[in-house]
């Protein structure tokens, strides 16, 4: 299996940042079902040494997570060496560098993809962490390159690890892509050939045939799964090309409990209605209960919309 720095993962298949949806109960379940490795919603570095407060639930973790990993985005390095260095980071076992977010907000504020661009700069940041993380291994996720003139992901990967990281994702998308168009395989390939830390190739991965695939055509040590897992953390089970068992109804009963653990109802009644509606991804009558966990505001709303999953069970 993949080892970062000293963590030795349990699988091969790991789940990536993804703002939004990768909170501590998707987590769990993704680990649960077999995932090697999960890392929590991307957070400001410099949000975290200004003390933004809304913080605090991105970084919540639960003893049920074998390896904690946190991902930090950000430009300066004198903010990613301080962000590592606050006490709330201290639980967390590896430090993920997202070089890879497309949003126009924070490429012009020169963070995310950007880097991308700023070889020195990407440098500066990696090289800031690696020092601070303080023998915790750092890891980067990042695209092919900013646009399809740009492909620079091999020369992005060698700087990553010249600079100290221990182990790279690569979306196989240029930042103008966003999340739509092809997956470029070839230059994943190429990223694995480049370097020597283990390589995760991420993008467009919905099944064991399309990780498979993945796998073959770049050899990279591992796949990083983002979409697919949401509604779906069992997916990780299907990577090992086993059959997972489950209950929907009892899949977003935990999520919510785990959800209530760390944030107020109201708030987590919002963070679970994307999971809830992807659960009905397939499913006969699944509009209806779309429309329902939209508009729900209680936990008890939620609770029932859940058992109404057993009439698929
Ligand atoms: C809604 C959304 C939020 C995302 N947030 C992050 C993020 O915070 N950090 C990150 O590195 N990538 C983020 N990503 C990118 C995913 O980790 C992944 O690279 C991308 O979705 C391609 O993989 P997939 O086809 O398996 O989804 C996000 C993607 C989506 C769709």
């Not at 300066?76 to 260095?85: N, Y």
């Not at 504020?109 to 500066?124: K, Q």
């Not at 399309?210 to 990083?224: H, I």
């Amino acid at each position: 299996m993949v080892k970062i720095g000293s963590f030795e993962l349990n699988t091969d298949n790991i789940l990536p940042a993804i703002a939004g949806f990768s909170d501590i109960g998707h987590r769990v379940l993704c680990y649960r079902y077999g995932a090697g490795l999960c890392v929590t919603e991307m957070v400001s570095a410099k949000g975290l040494v200004y003390g933004s407060e809304n913080t605090c639930a991105l970084l919540a973790t639960d003893p049920r997570e074998p390896i904690k990993a946190v991902q930090l985005f950000g430009g300066e390095s004198e903010f990613i060496e301080k962000a590592i260095k606050l006490k709330v980071i201290d639980k967390f076992d590896i430090i993920d560098l997202n070089f890879g977010c497309p949003v126009p907000k924070i490429v012009k504020n020169g963070e995310g993809s950007a880097l991308m661009r700023e070889p020195d700069r990407l440098y500066a940041v990696v090289k800031a962490a690696v020092g601070a993380a303080g023998g915790r291994p750092v890891t980067a996720k990042m695209r092919i390159g900013f646009n399809k003139d740009e492909i620079n992901a091999s020369e992005i990967a060698k700087v990553i690890e010249q600079a100290g990281a221990s182990a790279i994702t690569v979306h196989g998308r240029t930042r103008e892509q966003f999340y739509a168009g092809e997956v470029n395989h070839e230059v994943i390939a190429d990223v694995k050939k480049a370097v020597s830390i283990p390589v995760f190739g991420n993008g467009d991965i919905t099944d064991y045939e399309s990780a498979v695939n993945m796998k073959n055509n770049t050899s990279v040590d591992g796949v990083a799964v983002a979409r697919a897992t949401v509604g779906r953390p069992y997916i990780f089970t299907e990577l090992l090309n086993q059959v997972p068992e489950f209950s929907r109804t009892e899949l977003i009963k935990e999520h919510f409990a785990l959800l209530e653990t760390v944030m107020p109802e109201r708030v987590a009644v919002n963070c679970i209605k994307k999971h809830v509606a992807s659960y009905t991804r397939g499913l006969r009558g699944g509009k209806d209960i779309k429309l329902k966990i939209f508009a729900s505001t209680t936990k008890d709303d939620v609770m029932a919309i859940a058992n109404e999953f057993k009439a698929y069970e």
